[in-house]
Structure formats: structure tokens, C-alpha cells
């Protein structure tokens, strides 16, 4: 071997460590996290954790059932508002969206999708708390909604841009009006990723505190109701961390390991579907 | 109606080659589609100058010219997949069977159904192979469902697939060959049973067994289609299209019989480029 390409060769190799290394230390954060959860919570996963919901301070025993199911709603309501409208909105942007409208429509998307979750939940207050005179499941779904729209609208925009210019010409020679060719065509085969985006929304807002704290504000009784208060696993934690009781605080470790379970199986939902996308026939 | 008239006469000695071409000059079918004066703009880039050119019958156009000479351009005026086309802008006719394509009494998407149009790329839907056909007549419903597979089998057949897709019906039209696709989307304009269908290089991204496959193809559907075809390779004009036209720089060179128009062409514009001195 010459001594360029040993030279070359050596260099690769380090480089190639290197970057291993990086990457391990990357993912290190999350084992950390994940490890940690579950060292600290998953004794305390048993199933009154799931059924019950919680006792009086002081006392032990009791659970969680309230702000599972409070997640539930919470999250499953912002997602009934939030997805039609930031994939509508995406699909707009990415259709239609090449005008001055289109470019104000993405200038606030972008500048709503940097706003601090916590400017949402005040917002929240403002419109909804404030008029109705009550802290309600409705009120944190609609914070929530508002988080998730511009980050579907953008993502909606980036696959539906995905499809070929090539199978839309296609659909458009074949006599498809132009609004069918976006719906049948163009949506339909941006599906797969539409998908995956919206769960993805919806898996980062499911962990979201600050926009539900003016909002859905905790309840410390199973409640379903929507226009009432409730809780939901991202309050409990909050409420349970930061009060001072040792079972309060198992309890926020527990009720953090499994939101973190929840986000995880929505996440790999979404990997799921991804990978679907391209077998898919109909 | 402007055809060889347009190229030299023929004279005697091209008598003897002519014989072999299916059509001759005499014989010259009336024109489906009839360009007049069409003058075409992309913004301020004057991209077709004065086109006025009649496309037979039954027969295969060629549109042959070096690249970025309008007959790409041309091409999608006719099916007008340029009202989408920011700044685009005309002037002249295109007439389709007498009537004008622009016309307030032309629908647009009507249009597009009586026009197909196959791309340089395959690309079919991402669909089953029979979705990819049946698309065009379950949304125009010029088929009743139980008429459907009929109407598909016979689409596939025209372009010479079936046998290879009989039993891969469900499978994705993307599985296909690259050879296979394009033939499925020649499929899918024909399920739609056009008068005219448009071919932008159909073979520009296939293998020389494909394209041969295609241009077989092609002499084929003429029987029953009058098809007008881009193309960037020579050859392929002489070989299967009975009229040719030359595009260079947006105007409209020379416009003949094929045979006319290789052998003995009027310019010496035409010369030069199927001569290859340039192109």
C-alpha cells in the first residue's frame, strides 16, 4: 500500500470511529432517560395504577386512572381539531400556496411553531377560560390543537410536495379536474407520510405541560366530562413532582414512564405506517 | 391544410422509395387536429413562433428538433397542460376535429379525456395494475362497472401488456419494468379511448428491447389512433411515423412526409440536423 492510501485509509478509519462514537453518545441521552424511568417507576406499575384513581395526600395506595384517560381525551379532542385543519392548511400550502396568501399562511405557521407552549395555554385562557368562565378538557385540547396545526401544516406541505410533479400531469391528461387530481391523486399517495406526520404531531403534544395549565388544570377525580377541568399524566407529574410527598413522587415516576410508553407506541405506529407507504395498493 | 406541400414535390425518382410507406401523399387522410398561426409565450420567452401544421388520421406525427425548440411546448398546447403554467400565454388556434381547444364551449377536462398524453417517464400511480387503467373510465363513467374489466382487458391488450400482467392484475403498476409501466401508462391513456394521443419521448427512459417493444407498439395503434409523438431520436421518426415535423428555435422548419423529409428535405436547416451536423 502506498503511503497515500494508508494515510487515506487511516483517516477514514478514525473518522468512522468518531462518528460512532457521537452517535453513541447521542442516543446515550434517551437510554439515560428511559433507564432511569424505568428503574424509578416501574416498580410502582401495578394494576390499581391503572384502575384507581388517586387517594388523599398522606395516604398510599391509589392511581393514575383519571389522567390516563384524561390523556386520552385531552389529546384524542385536540387531535379531532388539529389534524383536519393543519392538513387541510398543509395541503393548501402545497397545492395552492404560491401566491402572497400562501406565503403569509406559512410565515405565520412558522412563526407559531416557534412560540413557547406555555404562550398557547395563555392564549387558551384568554379565549376560552376566560369567556366560558371554566377551566375545561375542551379548553387544553384547543391549546393543543393550536401547537399541533402549524407543525402538520408544515410537514403535510413537505409530503404532499414529495409527489412527483410527473403523477399529477399524469392524472390531470386523463381529464381529472384539478381539485380531484390533489384529493385522489396527490393526497392519496401522500398518505403514508400524512399519516406519519399527524402522529407525530400528536405524540409531541401528548407530552406537552405548560398550554394545559391555564387550560385542562387537573382534576384529582375521574372525570370525562369535557367541559369540566381534568387531568391528564402531564399535570399529574407536574402536581406529583413538585408536591411533597415520597408516594406522590413514586407515583410522577411511574405516570412518566408510562406517557413516555404511550409516546413511544405512537412513534412506532408512525414508523410502522411509513414503512407501509410504499407496498400499499388502494 | 398545410402537409408535403409544405416540402418539395415528390419527384419521380422518390416514386420507387415511397411504395414501401403505408401512406402516401395521395392518399392523405384529413387532419384531427389543425394548428393555425399558434404562437405560444412562456412570461417575455417567445417559445413557438407562427405553428400552423394539420396532424392526420390514423397516422403517427413525429416531432423531431434539438432540445429546447418548442416541440415539447407544442406538444402540451394541445391537451392545454399549460393553463397551470404561471405566464403562459397564446395567440392562434389549435383546432381539434374543426372546433377550437380554447374555445368558451371547450371544457377543459373534457378536452383532456379526448386528448391522451404518455410522458417521457413512466409514471403510473401508485396503484394496482388494472386501478392504473381503469382510472380514466371510472372517472369519466364512460363504462358501467360491470363493463369495467372488459374495458381494462382491452386497453392492456391494445398496448400489448396483457399477457405479461393477466395474473399480476392486483400487483402495484410500480412493480412493472420500466418497459412494462410505460406501456402500462399507454394502457391507461387508451382506457380512455382518445382521438389523439400525445407521446412526449416515450422512449427516452427505456432500453433499446423496450423502446422497440413501444415503437412496434406504435404502428400498431395507428390502425385505430392518431398519435403524435416528441422525439430526440432520429431513428426512431424515420421508423415508425409517416409525417415529420422540424422544430428549431420555436418556428416550425419543414413539415412532410416522413420518408420526403429525410430523403429530400426543402431546408437546409432540416438537412443539417438529420445530417447530425448539429443537435
Redesign the interface.
Known amino acids: 500500500m502506498s503511503t497515500r492510501a494508508l494515510r487515506r485509509h487511516i483517516t477514514s478509519r478514525i473518522m468512522t470511529g468518531l462518528v460512532i462514537v457521537l452517535s453513541f453518545t447521542a442516543v446515550l441521552a434517551l437510554f439515560l432517560i428511559l433507564g432511569n424511568l424505568i428503574i424509578k417507576g416501574a416498580s410502582s406499575l401495578d394494576w390499581a395504577f391503572f384502575t384507581k384513581s388517586p387517594v388523599p395526600a398522606g395516604q398510599s395506595g391509589g392511581g393514575v386512572a383519571n389522567a390516563i384517560v384524561g390523556t386520552g381525551i385531552v389529546v384524542g379532542l385536540a387531535a379531532i381539531i388539529g389534524v383536519p385543519l393543519g392538513v387541510g392548511a398543509g395541503m393548501y400550502l402545497a397545492e395552492y400556496g404560491?401566491g402572497r396568501l400562501g406565503w403569509l399562511v406559512r410565515f405565520i405557521a412558522d412563526v407559531l411553531n416557534g412560540t413557547p407552549s406555555i404562550v398557547i395555554g395563555i392564549v387558551g385562557w384568554t379565549f376560552i377560560v376566560r369567556p366560558t368562565s371554566r377551566f375545561s378538557a375542551v379548553a387544553g385540547a384547543v391549546a393543543l390543537a393550536i401547537l399541533m396545526i402549524p407543525m402538520l401544516a408544515r410537514t403535510t406541505e413537505e409530503m404532499v410536495r414529495l409527489v412527483?410533479h410527473?403523477?399529477r400531469?399524469?392524472?390531470?391528461?386523463?381529464?381529472?379536474?384539478?381539485w380531484?387530481t390533489s384529493l385522489k391523486?396527490v393526497a392519496?399517495?401522500a398518505l403514508g407520510g400524512i399519516v406519519t406526520g399527524s402522529l407525530v404531531g400528536i405524540a409531541r403534544v401528548a407530552g406537552e405541560t405548560a398550554p394545559l395549565l391555564f387550560t385542562a388544570l387537573g382534576n384529582l377525580n375521574f372525570s370525562v366530562h369535557i367541559t369540566q377541568p381534568i387531568q391528564t399524566l402531564s399535570l399529574q407529574i407536574y402536581v406529583y413532582a413538585t408536591g411533597p410527598f415520597e408516594e406522590w413522587h413514586r407515583l410522577a415516576w411511574a405516570s412518566a414512564l408510562v406517557l413516555m410508553g404511550l409516546v413511544l407506541i405512537i412513534s412506532l405506529v408512525a414508523r410502522w405506517v411509513t414503512r407501509q407507504r410504499?407496498?400499499?395498493?388502494? | 391544410m398545410k402537409l408535403a406541400s409544405d416540402s418539395r414535390t415528390v419527384g419521380p425518382s422518390d416514386r420507387a422509395a415511397q411504395v414501401s410507406q403505408t401512406v402516401r401523399p395521395s392518399d392523405r387522410p384529413t387532419p384531427v387536429l389543425e394548428s393555425r398561426a399558434y404562437n405560444f409565450w412562456y412570461g417575455t420567452n417567445h417559445a413557438l413562433h407562427d405553428i400552423s401544421m394539420g396532424i392526420p388520421r390514423r397516422a403517427i406525427t413525429a416531432l423531431i428538433g434539438p432540445s429546447g425548440c418548442g416541440k415539447t411546448t407544442f406538444l402540451r398546447s394541445i391537451n392545454r397542460m399549460h393553463d397551470l403554467t404561471p405566464g403562459a400565454r397564446h395567440t392562434g388556434e389549435i383546432l381539434l376535429d374543426g372546433a377550437s381547444i380554447f374555445g368558451p364551449g371547450t371544457d377543459v377536462v373534457t378536452l383532456r379525456r379526448r386528448i391522451g398524453m404518455v410522458f417521457q417517464r413512466p409514471n403510473p400511480f401508485p396503484k394496482s395494475v388494472y386501478d392504473n387503467v381503469a382510472y380514466g373510465p371510472r372517472l369519466n363513467a364512460l363504462a358501467h362497472a360491470r363493463e369495467l374489466p372488459d374495458r381494462v382487458e382491452r386497453a392492456l391488450r391494445q398496448a400489448a401488456l396483457w399477457e405479461e400482467v393477466a395474473d399480476r392484475l392486483r400487483e402495484p403498476g410500480t412493480a412493472l419494468s420500466g418497459g412494462q409501466q410505460q406501456r402500462l401508462c399507454i394502457a391507461r391513456a387508451l382506457a380512455n379511448e382518445p382521438e389523439l394521443l400525445l407521446m412526449d419521448e416515450p422512449c427516452s427512459a427505456l432500453d433499446p428491447i423496450a423502446t422497440q417493444r413501444i415503437e412496434e407498439l406504435l404502428v400498431e395503434l395507428k390502425k385505430s389512433y392518431t398519435i403524435v409523438i416528441v422525439t430526440h431520436n432520429m431513428q426512431q421518426a424515420a421508423r415508425v411515423s409517416d409525417y415529420t415535423g422540424f422544430f428549431y428555435v420555436g418556428n416550425l422548419v419543414e413539415f412532410g412526409v416522413t420518408q420526403q423529409l429525410f430523403t429530400r428535405p426543402s431546408d437546409e436547416r432540416t438537412e443539417a440536423y438529420i445530417t447530425g451536423r448539429f443537435g
Do not use: C, K, Q
Open positions: 404560491s412527483p410527473s403523477l400531469e399524469a392524472a390531470l391528461a386523463l381529464g381529472y379536474p384539478r380531484r391523486i392519496r399517495t410504499y407496498g400499499r395498493i388502494r
